[in-house]
């Protein structure tokens, strides 16, 4: 199924054709004689390139019709889960051959989701732009508007359509020139700041009248512990002394040697938590990243459209589509 490019990155994307790394996919109604690229022309201002099409039409064909087209990804919880998002709109084209007249209009058309959008175009002088980058004259054509967002399965992105279009007649004997440049799509809603987990405020301080064992109390049930133990270990030495001088006065009575025999029961005593015994194991501190060979490696659902002409592949056809959504590429 096909997918979108976040709306990041179209913002910082290059301009050009998904081939050169960028965000545009094509459509041409006639394989055979359009050519179309990125380019980095001296007037290609806005973006690191420019898209272009060269055409030397055949005798088969009175006109040909170009498409660029890509879908915008965008996180709905950064908009407050808003799925109606206004936006701002803008691109401008050129268009012409040296053997059309200067002046001769044509209608461009271009689509932000379900709205359409006409603007005028005029053949400007060829030679003037093609050898001397010069006579670019048109100013970007700008709309605003409100787009209501196709969903993804979870409701949690959506997906916004761009096109832009333009069918131009035939030329015979020479070729026929066609860019777009200054494309720009701006989401104005408001942003939402999504909240971090770890910007939960932390407890605070209990306070002096809340309820528990008095700190004086705590403190004088510690000392009397202490004390408690003292005096214990103090009976058992004062006790074990005694005996030891009651077992050397009977060995010396009875002949023996003087040496002190310690019954098995009272040899010193090991606790099996000394450091020899103790160890910890270490946390896996190693995180494993996945991306989908795009971008900033953001991986974004799909969601289904009609089926419309990947990359680059090859279609016969008179009808350009209204809109699509691409697969970027992997």
Known sequence: MPSGISYSDFQSSNGALAT??????????????????????????????????????????????????????????????????????????WWGSRRTAV????????????????????????TELLSFSRGWDYQPWKHSGEVNVALSPDRTMGYIPLAINLTFPRQTGDYINYFVKEVSFKITTESTPVPSPSSTAPPGPISSGSKGLPIGAFVGGIIGAAILVAGIMFLVLFCRKREKRSNATSNQSAGGTGITQIPVEQAPFVSPYSASSTYYSRPNTSMHEQGNGYGVGMQIPQVSHPAFPKPNTEVRTDAPPRYVTPAIPH
């Open 20 to 93: 050169d790394s960028g965000p545009w996919l094509l459509y041409r109604s006639y394989y055979d004689d359009v050519n179309c690229g990125s380019s980095q022309r001296s007037f290609c201002t806005g973006s690191e390139y420019c898209l272009a099409c060269w055409v030397f039409p055949s005798a088969t064909q009175s006109s040909y019709t170009v498409s660029f087209f890509t879908t915008i990804a965008v996180k709905l919880a950064e908009y407050g889960g808003n799925t109606n998002l206004r936006y701002d709109w803008q691109y401008t084209a």
């Open 103 to 126: 002046g001769t209009a044509l209608q461009m058309t271009s689509s932000v989701g379900d709205t359409d959008y006409s603007d005028n175009i005029s053949a400007s002088n060829a």
